[in-house]
Structure formats: structure tokens, C-alpha cells
């Protein structure tokens, strides 16, 4: 399957802070997802990016796809404790399988 | 909106016996289901695409033998773990594709498995 690396791992913020988390692969994607999971929780589908520079926001997150369609970010902006969870970005390629970055553990201290 | 559910929640079993975990499509028909496993603290590992009437694509290093997929209608596929061991205890999840609504994919709730 197609590699996705994330960082950070693990990322622990004051509550109000930014946070952001990048997604990377060598390759080119033809698309990017990007999940939420809270803990103990299933996945969540926060948006898909498939277009090169593309950014896309949703209230505090903002999303951007990079022009080489090879990374990816998330941005949340003022944190809140609700934030906390794992974020996972995703793609896929032409079979439509679903693969999944390592994941960046968000903690949110209040 | 589109429900992805998954059943049962929670299953211990005993070394050497098999477990049958279901997904369903509510209210959607998914020509594609997906499962994944997920170690705590650990990212989704694709296991196999599970394709309605055909037969399901395992990923590299999956045992098909061991992890059987059937995917007998539009809204139904079924993982059975079989012959299952201490090593097979992990978070199984499936996912369906609603091409609806531009192919989001939608997740279950997640079976966990321990094997005693």
C-alpha cells in the first residue's frame, strides 16, 4: 500500500493554542482525506482535498493540500478540549483501497 | 446521515475458535467495504477490500484463510477470524463507501476481539 507519514506523533498543546499536523508522502496523491478519531471511537470523515494548493476550512480547521499533491496539513486553530483525539489522514489510490497515515495523537491541557 | 454499523461491539473468545464480525450498510448500498485493523495507540492497517458478489482483495501479508470476507449483498460484508489466536485480539473496523455522497467514506463502530 501507498506510504503516508505523519507528524507529529504525539502533540500536547495548551488549550487556546494552534496546532497543526502534516501529512507526507513520496509520491504524488491523487486525493487526501482527513479523519478524526476520539479515543476509544471509530474514525470520523472530516473533508477531502483533490486538487493541487487546495485549501478548505471548517470553522477552526484548515485544511490544504500542497501543489506537488504531495503533502498535506491540518491546522486548528485556538484549541479546544473537544480537539483532542487522533487525526489521520488518509488516501487512495486507483483500486479505491483507503490508506492511512500514522496518525497525530492531539492532547489539549485546559 | 450515513450509518456504518458494526456488530458485535465486543467479543472474547476462546484460542482455536472463530469469530464472525458483521457490517452493515443502513441506509446506503456499499458495493465496497473495507477492514481495517488498529492496534491501540496505532494507526489503521488496510486488511482487505471487500467487494460485493466477488471476492475480496487482501492486502500484502494478510492471511485470506485466516481472515475470511463475504460480501453476500449491497449492504452487508462479514470478516470471520478463523481459528483464532491470543495474537489475533485487536480493534477490527470496517468501512463502506456512499458514492451518494461523493464517495465519503463512512466507518463502523468497531468490533474489539481478545482471544483467551
Known amino acids: 500500500g501507498q506510504q503516508v507519514m505523519q507528524i507529529p506523533q504525539y502533540q500536547h498543546v495548551q488549550e487556546g493554542e494552534d496546532f497543526t499536523t502534516y501529512c507526507n508522502s513520496s509520491t504524488t496523491l491523487s486525493n487526501i482525506q482527513w479523519y478524526k478519531q476520539r479515543p476509544g471511537g471509530h474514525p470520523v470523515f472530516l473533508i477531502q482535498?483533490?486538487?493541487?494548493?487546495e485549501v478548505k476550512k471548517q470553522k477552526r480547521l484548515t485544511f490544504q493540500f500542497g501543489e506537488a499533491k504531495k503533502n498535506s496539513s491540518l491546522h486548528i486553530t485556538a484549541t479546544q478540549t473537544t480537539d483532542v483525539g487522533t487525526y489521520f489522514c488518509?488516501?487512495?489510490?486507483?483500486?479505491?483501497?483507503?490508506?492511512f497515515g500514522t496518525g497525530t495523537s492531539l492532547t489539549v491541557i485546559p | 446521515g450515513a450509518v456504518v454499523s458494526q456488530h458485535p461491539s465486543w467479543v472474547i473468545c476462546k484460542s482455536g475458535t472463530s469469530v464472525k464480525i458483521e457490517c452493515r450498510s443502513l441506509?446506503?448500498?456499499?458495493?465496497?467495504m473495507f477492514w481495517y485493523r488498529q492496534f491501540p495507540k496505532q494507526s489503521l492497517m488496510l486488511m482487505a477490500t471487500?467487494?460485493?458478489?466477488?471476492?475480496?482483495?487482501?492486502e500484502q501479508g494478510v492471511e485470506k484463510d485466516k481472515f475470511l470476507i463475504n460480501h453476500a449483498s449491497l449492504t452487508l460484508s462479514t470478516l470471520t477470524v478463523t481459528s483464532a489466536h491470543p495474537e489475533d485480539s485487536s480493534f477490527y473496523i470496517c468501512?463502506?463507501?456512499?458514492?451518494?455522497?461523493?464517495?465519503?467514506?463512512?466507518f463502523g463502530e468497531g468490533s474489539w476481539l481478545t482471544v483467551v
Open positions: 468501512s463502506a463507501r456512499d458514492r451518494r455522497s461523493g464517495n465519503t467514506i463512512y
Open positions: 482535498l483533490v486538487k493541487s494548493g
Open positions: 441506509d446506503f448500498q456499499a458495493t465496497t
Open positions: 471487500s467487494n460485493e458478489g466477488s471476492k475480496a482483495t487482501y
Open positions: 488518509a488516501t487512495s489510490n486507483t483500486g479505491n483501497q483507503f490508506y
